[in-house]
């Protein structure tokens, strides 16, 4: 996992040569680590986003690069997403997973209302026979919904479902699976640019037996965390954060870290 010190070398090896904007803060949006906020890229601004969550009684790990992009304005999204997993049991492998190619629509951004449905095709690029993917293309939605509660708290929501037409398991066997994802989160805005944040989220899905059956299982973490923003004279911001996912219900004793990056900047 990322250590303080590798994320503040990152930091300063970046900001070393800009200029810190002067202007006043640029208020911190669309920086949420398990959940997804309603908050669409404004016109001519992309977001490249990075997270690494690491879980220590599995010792699993997951990497991610996601990219977003207004196409043209903010109305409408194109993002892709591309996962790096290791997983400790049964071979201790470590590969990319599906990528996923996702479309938002801000359907709502008005009186401390957002609302932004989102619809992805998963691609199978990921080796099912390790289990780093399931070995056919997929769908999924999520609607996410944020609402601000005051000045100072903000609270986003989110539920959806994926569905695998054919998804295989390390042997080859099919059969068709869904899944299902659910979550709540409360900001804290200490400031415009340092918020503190507790997320819930969890997660129900299927997976292909070696005789083809299908087996649920579910998965629940709370993460509490922390993120702030640093904005410059060129428009770019940078906002990292830390959090600890802990495991309730079905994830009891679980728990780990997680490192989130992100660089904001316009096009031009």
Same mark, same amino acid.
């Given at each position: ?17 800009? =200029? ?7 208020? $911190?949006q ?7 906020e309603a ?7 992309? =977001? %490249? ?16 690069f ?5 196409v ?13 997993? !290791?997983?400790?049991? @049964? ?5 990319i /997973?599906?990528? *996923? $190619? ?9 009186? %401390? $209302?957002?609302?932004?449905?989102r ?12 289990? !780093?993917?399931?070995?056919?293309? /997929?769908l =999924? ?14 609270? !986003?929501?989110?539920?959806g ?14 059969a ?24 819930a989220?969890?997660?129900? #899905? ?5 005789? #083809? ?16 923003? *640093? ?8 906002? @990292? #954060? ?14 780990? #870290? ?6 904001? !900047?316009?096009?031009?």
């Amino acid at each position: 996992m990322w250590g303080k010190k590798a994320l503040t070398a990152l930091a300063f090896a970046v900001l070393l040569p800009l =200029q810190v904007f002067a202007e006043g803060p640029k208020k $911190i949006q669309d920086n949420s680590f398990l959940l997804e906020e309603a908050y669409n890229q404004e016109p001519g601004v992309v =977001q %490249h986003i990075q997270t690494f969550m690491y879980l220590k009684k599995s010792q699993d790990w997951v990497y991610s690069f996601t990219q977003e992009w207004p196409v043209p304005k903010e109305t409408h999204q194109l993002s892709y997403s591309i996962p790096v997993l !290791h997983i400790s049991d @049964p071979e201790n492998s470590s590969g990319i /997973g599906d990528i *996923l $190619i996702n479309y938002r629509y801000q359907a709502v951004l008005k009186d %401390h $209302i957002a609302f932004s449905p989102r619809f992805s095709v998963i691609l199978p690029t990921g080796d099912y026979k390790k289990g !780093h993917g399931t070995g056919s293309v /997929g769908l =999924q939605t999520n609607i996410p919904l944020s609402v601000e509660l005051s000045d100072t708290v903000v609270s !986003h929501w989110n539920l959806g479902a994926t569905y695998t037409p054919g998804s295989r398991e390390s042997g080859g066997a099919k059969a068709d699976t869904t899944a299902f994802n659910y979550g709540v989160s409360l900001i804290y805005l200490v400031t415009e640019n340092f918020n503190l944040m507790l997320e819930a989220a969890g997660t129900s #899905g299927e997976a292909v037996q070696a005789d #083809g059956s299908r087996q649920r299982a579910d998965t629940f973490f709370i993460n509490p965390g922390v993120r702030f923003a *640093l904005n410059f004279a060129s428009g770019l911001q940078i906002v @990292p #954060g830390f959090s600890m996912p802990i495991g309730i219900g079905a994830s009891a004793g679980e728990f780990g #870290g997680l490192a989130y990056l992100s660089f904001e !900047h316009p096009l031009f």
